[in-house]
Structure formats: C-alpha cells, structure tokens
C-alpha cells in the first residue's frame, strides 16, 4: 500500500525542516557570541584562562532564594550583579578553566545576551567562591 503525501502535505514538512534548521543555527551561534561575551569579560578582569568553554548549560534561578541562594546572590551583589529579578527565569552558565591561579574555575551566567552574574570557584574540598570582580595585581 502505497501513502500519497499531497503537495500541500510537502511544503509544511519541509518549512517545518527549515525553521528547525535555522533554530538550530541561531541557537549555537548565540551560543558562541555568549562565549565570546565571556572571554572578553574574564579578560577585562585580568583573568587568564583556556579559551574554550568547557561546559555550558542552563539553569534555573529559584523562585524563591533559601540560605543558598541568598548567600550566593550576597556574591553576586559584591560584583554589581543582583539575581532577584531572575527568579523563575532560565540562564546560561559557561564555565571556563583559569590558569595560573589559586581559584581554577570561572562560572559566568548569561541572560539575553547579557552578562548576569556568576562566580570564580576553588573546586577543591576546601574550596571557596569569590565574585567576578577584577583580579587584584600581583
């Protein structure tokens, strides 16, 4: 039995393909301008680091802030940033390797093209985060 697909039927199918071709490509290339947008940022801070992204990944910003969270956007206020206003709101984190320091990790967080908070973190057991704030010289 053979399916005859109408004409009509095609052209949706493919400008279906179309537009999740394009979502797709906007969708890294935002990616990689948000990436961009980090690296210029970590360096205005006069941080060093591996120019590859090596993770990236959404994230939700809680409703409503427990001790954590408060303590955390404590954090983000000493940088200038304030992450009430994105509660309930999806961001992006990107997350960048650090040379040549004691704190080996930058989380930057980015919403609508904007830079929006984040942290740079020892991952060590011991470990602890300080705000994206310029390096201090050496």
């Not at 009509?8 to 969708?27: H, K, R, Y």
């Not at 890294?28 to 690296?39: F, K, P, Q, T, V």
């Amino acid at each position: 039995m053979f399916y005859v697909v109408k004409k009509s039927q095609l052209i949706i199918f493919t400008l279906l393909i179309i537009v999740l071709a394009a979502a797709i490509c906007f969708s890294a290339s935002s990616g990689d301008e948000n990436a961009a947008l980090c690296r210029n940022f970590l360096k205005d801070l006069g941080y060093s680091f591996e120019r590859t992204t090596f993770e990236s990944s959404e994230i939700i910003i809680p409703e409503g802030f427990g001790k954590v969270y408060e303590s955390y956007n404590a954090l983000q206020k000493e940088a200038g940033f304030d992450l009430t206003p994105l509660r309930g709101k999806t961001v992006m984190r990107y997350s960048f390797h650090l040379k040549n320091e004691d704190y080996s990790i930058a989380n930057i967080l980015v919403s609508d093209g904007k830079i929006c908070g984040g942290d740079i973190l020892d991952p060590s057991i011991s470990g602890k985060m300080i705000p994206l704030i310029p390096k201090e010289k050496e």
